[in-house]
């Protein structure tokens, strides 16, 4: 993963070059979920995962399973009904997903438009977790990244302030029309 660089600096007349090595084969995801309800704190939920296999033929991101595990963990963490604002990705369009979905009454499903991130609040959360974690390291190893991305997004989880101006950001109203049940 090469990470995003917005400063640096060089001898005034010189570009700046910032040398890497050859890319790495080596890959990680993460999912999450920016959980909100009135009243209480918000909370991130999230699930990295390093992809071992993926040079012999292995999947290289989550797959369907993996999200169903995360909303289940998440359900079972808040104690509440999820309701789901998807993007398009396609393992949240997955036949299986959906079906998982369907069949319990917990969770309701959203699919935002084709191609509209700023209604993403988790894009925001990407967006600190770029610029923060990720901005001006050179990363020695996997293992690296993976503690830089896991400190970065406990931190995250401990601001829910920053987790509340994602969704402001996103300019979606924190109200549902559907009754709640307890």
Same mark, same amino acid.
């Given at each position: 993963?090469t990470p ?6 060089s001898r005034?007349?010189?570009? #700046? ?16 979920l920016?959980?909100y ?11 990295p995962k390093?992809?071992? &296999? ?11 399973s993996d ?12 104690? @509440? ?5 998807? &993007?398009n990705?396609?393992?949240?369009l &997955? ?7 369907d069949a ?5 499903s959203?699919q935002? #438009?084709?191609? @509209?991130p700023d209604?993403?609040?988790?894009g925001?959360v990407?967006?600190l977790l770029?610029?923060? @974690?990720q901005c001006?390291?050179?990363?020695s &190893? ?14 995250i989880q401990y601001?829910?302030e920053?987790i509340?101006a994602?969704?402001a950001a996103t300019?979606?109203?924190?109200t549902?029309t ?5």
């Open positions: 993963m995003p660089t917005p400063r640096t600096w005034r007349g010189h570009t #700046p070059v910032v040398r890497v090595r050859g890319r790495s084969q080596r890959r990680f995801s993460i999912a999450a920016a959980c309800k009135p009243g209480e704190r918000t909370r991130l939920i999230f699930r390093q992809h071992l &296999d993926h040079k012999r033929g292995g999947r290289r991101s989550f797959t369907w999200y169903r595990d995360l909303l289940a963990t998440a359900h079972q963490q808040l104690g @509440a009904p999820l309701i789901l604002v998807w &993007d990705l396609n393992v949240h &997955d036949a299986r997903l959906r079906a998982f979905i319990h009454d917990w969770i309701t959203f935002l #438009p084709s191609y @509209a209604l993403n609040p988790v925001g990407w967006s770029r610029r923060s @974690a001006n390291t050179a990363f &190893d996997p293992d690296h990244l993976n503690r830089s991305l896991r400190r970065t997004l406990r931190e601001r829910p920053l509340d994602c969704l300019g979606l109203p924190l549902t559907r009754p709640q049940t307890k």
